[in-house]
């Protein structure tokens, strides 16, 4: 039994390769925007154009929206679903499991389709899935590349912080 | 989760416990009183009654610490034992919990299998909730058939033994003078107990009390 959640980090050089990543993915199928966000619904990073989206509710809600579905799934035999599809009128999204551990959200409108969509997400997950390999197996969460941790010897000033 | 790239250290807090307790309340009393620009939005999935359905969310922006800003997002479970599947999600990935009971004598036997429930669904995650941030608070203290602390302290909060003796050594519980979070007992055995609040949610007394420290425990645990 661990002591706690699953921790991770996340670097310049892995946010580079991935916004380089959903970059292309967004222009192929000409989708609006892609978000990546981790099961527990906190935002990884948005790339592309999503005016006016509250990203960090957007983020919340994704994950238990897919949470919720994956508990579906097990209902009715299925180890899960691996991706969700919301049609709107105008904008749709298509939601995509990265490995277990992210969400790979694209929101797109009618310049494309969902089979577009969908066709190219396969390959996407493929490369997405090898670069949070590579974050994952970095290990615990507080550690920067260089093994130094971030909120070492940080006690002051995490108690200034609540001097409200 | 550290966002090195946006400079972000990102928390999850879980605010556990029975139906009706003051979850929601104790929500609702941080978004009302934190400045608008350190705060999101107040998102509740609840039914037409205002019972939660599967969560309220709370995004709050604590400041920064070594250049990165610190954002807790705070969630509700629904208290109602039917909505199990919905809270056991809810836990996934937490970092800390706060359980809020409900002071009323009568409602001891819900606290009771909340709490129990709480541990259940943590420990099908894999997760050991005496090793990771843990603080109770008992909510509604100005009701007059508020239970005495003792008695919820006794039942809710008795300790867990702590195995490690590195760790055995008298740790004072910073909140209440003359009590101590961990100690030995009259049988001998070191046990250690999650620090606990007194509120008055729906008038805010003991809110960010609580609130400020689990949130420390949890930045405590990341260092």
């Known amino acids: 039994m661990t002591a706690g959640t699953a921790n991770w980090s996340f670097t310049q050089d892995d946010f580079t390769s991935i916004t380089e990543s959903l970059t292309r993915f967004l222009g192929e199928t000409k989708s609006l925007c892609a978000l990546l966000v981790d099961r527990s619904g906190q935002l990884v990073t948005t790339v592309g154009e999503a005016p006016g989206l509250d990203t960090t509710t957007f983020a919340s809600l994704t994950a238990a929206d897919y949470s919720a579905n994956d508990q579906l799934a097990k209902l009715v035999g299925e180890t899960d679903f691996a991706s969700l599809f919301h049609q709107g009128e105008k904008g749709s999204i298509y939601v995509a499991d990265i490995a277990r551990r992210l969400l790979l959200v694209i929101i797109f409108d009618s310049r494309t389709t969902v089979g577009l969509v969908r066709l190219r997400m396969k390959d996407e997950i493929e490369e997405l899935t090898l670069l949070i390999d590579r974050v994952f197996s970095r290990g615990r969460g507080g550690a920067e590349p260089g093994g130094h941790h971030l909120l070492e010897g940080a006690d002051d000033e995490i108690d200034k912080l609540f001097n409200w | 989760m550290i966002n090195y790239a946006s400079r972000e250290i990102n928390c999850k807090i879980v605010y556990y416990g029975p139906g009706l307790g003051g979850k929601t309340t104790n929500l609702e009393h941080v978004y009302g009183k934190v400045k608008p620009e350190t705060r999101g939005k107040l998102i509740s999935l609840a039914t037409e009654t205002e019972r939660t359905l599967f969560f309220d969310f709370l995004p709050v922006d604590l400041g920064t610490i070594r250049g990165f800003k610190t954002r807790f997002h705070l969630y509700t479970v629904p208290g109602q034992v039917y909505y199990n599947a919905s809270r056991k999600l809810i836990l996934k990935n937490v970092d800390g919990i706060v359980f809020v009971g409900d002071s009323q004598a009568e409602r001891m036997e819900a606290n009771l299998e909340s709490m129990q429930n709480l541990y259940d669904n943590m420990s099908e995650y894999g997760y050991d909730l005496t090793q990771m941030p843990f603080v109770i608070q008992y909510n509604k203290r100005d009701l007059p058939n508020a239970a005495p602390i003792e008695d919820l302290q006794a039942?809710?909060?008795?300790?867990?033994?702590?195995?490690?003796?590195?760790?055995?050594?008298?740790?004072?519980?910073?909140?209440?003078?003359?009590?101590?979070?961990?100690?030995q007992v009259s049988g001998g055995e070191w046990v250690e107990r999650a620090p606990y609040f007194e509120a008055i949610a729906v008038n805010g007394d003991g809110v960010f009390d609580t609130l400020k420290a689990v949130s420390k425990l949890v930045l405590k645990a990341l260092a």
């Open chain 2, 155 to 183: 039942a809710l909060n008795p300790g867990w033994e702590v195995e490690d003796a590195v760790k055995h050594r008298v740790q004072p519980d910073p909140y209440h003078a003359g009590q101590n979070l961990v100690e």
